[in-house]
């Protein structure tokens, strides 16, 4: 009986079309003539860059503070650490693309999760303007900042990290799911960056930068403002805008990332810890506690003082907090090895096209019409 198989099974083929067998075996299963001929990629992979993001190079840093700082000295140490290539969106989420999301989720999965979760979790808590702030008067930002045009590319807040996370996976599905509709190969999901991603990403190739454009003032030499943020004791407004600014405002570094110090803080993948820099390992550290509710924030915000703004502040809030001053941006590992241009190597005409770019003041700088501000 066993022989009778065996031969049944070699006139049918099947030993020569899966295991090979004379000339032209199959190239796809990869052995031809009972040897293993799998030598070659299989073709149709190609990553590219994915719409509105820029290639971050690899690379290996000082990660900590990059100023003088007693009072955080014995919980920011600096440390050598490396860091693998990735993508990173050029500006922060913006309220329109965050409603692509929102509307999505009302659309097509108030069956599975209720609108009333949707509208709790996901939904962007626009009552923060007024509940962040005694005694303020938050009531015309409450009103249209996520829902009016006016606020279009205005990065989007009053979202917790888990909205955020949650939104990177919807994002993930959306982008795999076209892909696979069209024959090719599924791409790396979206997430938000590790805490050392980040800050690589901010300095922008500058190695000890304070900021994101250098060291060591938060102004040109024409007195303009290189950031959204809280300066002169409390002149919100002299950086040219009183709350945040569009995603694509100021100068980009020279990765081609806007805003990575002011407008909002941004959420971060990593747990809080004191010690970080003393657990972690020293090659793309990433410290996923997930029974530590308090998330790493960079980047310092629109309300804050230029402490904040630094390339190597670290502070934290809690996982379910929204904020009127935290928002966040995603980032997708490159597959394909470190290389890259010194501004972020194969950018796609993203959402941020210089057509699309406006400034309320001029201010001497580049970039894909971003400007700092008088």
């Known amino acids: 009986m066993v022989a009778a198989v065996v031969l049944l099974m070699q006139s049918c083929g099947f030993i020569k079309s899966k295991f090979g067998g004379g000339k032209g075996g199959s190239g796809e299963v990869g052995v031809s003539n009972g040897e293993v001929t799998a030598d070659k990629g299989r073709k149709g992979w190609k990553q590219t860059t994915p719409y509105g993001m820029v290639l971050i190079p690899s690379g290996s840093f000082i990660m900590g503070q990059a100023d003088e700082d007693v009072a955080a000295t014995q919980i920011n140490m600096n440390r050598r650490v490396t860091i693998s290539s990735f993508y990173m969106d050029d500006t922060e989420v913006t309220n329109h693309e965050y409603r692509q999301y929102v509307n999505a989720l009302l659309a097509d999965s108030v069956s599975v999760l209720g609108e009333e979760e949707i509208m709790t979790k996901f939904y962007p808590d626009t009552t923060v303007w007024k509940n962040d702030f005694t005694y303020h008067n938050g009531d015309p930002m409450l009103e249209y900042y996520y829902t009016h045009p006016a606020f279009d590319t205005y990065p989007v807040v009053g979202v917790s990290w888990k909205a955020a996370q949650h939104f990177c996976n919807w994002r993930t599905s959306l982008y795999n799911d076209y892909r696979t509709k069209e024959g090719m ?190």
Request: net charge positive.
């Open 185 to 374: 190969f599924q791409s790396p999901r979206f997430r938000l960056p590790s805490e050392a991603e980040w800050e690589w990403a901010a300095r922008g190739g500058k190695n000890g930068a304070k900021y994101p454009w250098g060291n060591p003032y938060v102004a040109n030499g024409k007195g303009c403002y290189l950031a959204n943020f809280k300066p002169q004791r409390g002149n919100f407004d002299a950086d040219g805008y009183p709350y945040t600014a569009p995603a694509n405002a100021y100068n980009a570094n020279e990765y081609g990332l806007y805003n990575m110090a002011g407008n909002v803080a941004e959420w971060c993948r990593d747990a809080y810890a004191d010690n970080s820099n003393a657990i972690v390992w020293d090659m793309n550290p990433d410290n996923q506690n997930p029974d530590e509710p308090r998330k790493v924030v960079r980047g310092g915000s629109w309300k804050d003082i230029a402490y904040y703004l630094e390339t190597g502040t670290r502070y934290y809030e809690y996982e379910d907090a929204k904020r009127s001053y935290i928002g966040f941006r995603c980032v997708m590992d490159n597959l394909e090895g470190r290389a890259a241009s010194a501004r972020g190597g194969g950018r796609s005409s993203g959402r941020s096209s210089a057509s699309s770019k406006s400034s309320k003041s001029s201010g001497g700088g580049s970039g894909r019409g971003g400007s700092s501000r008088k």
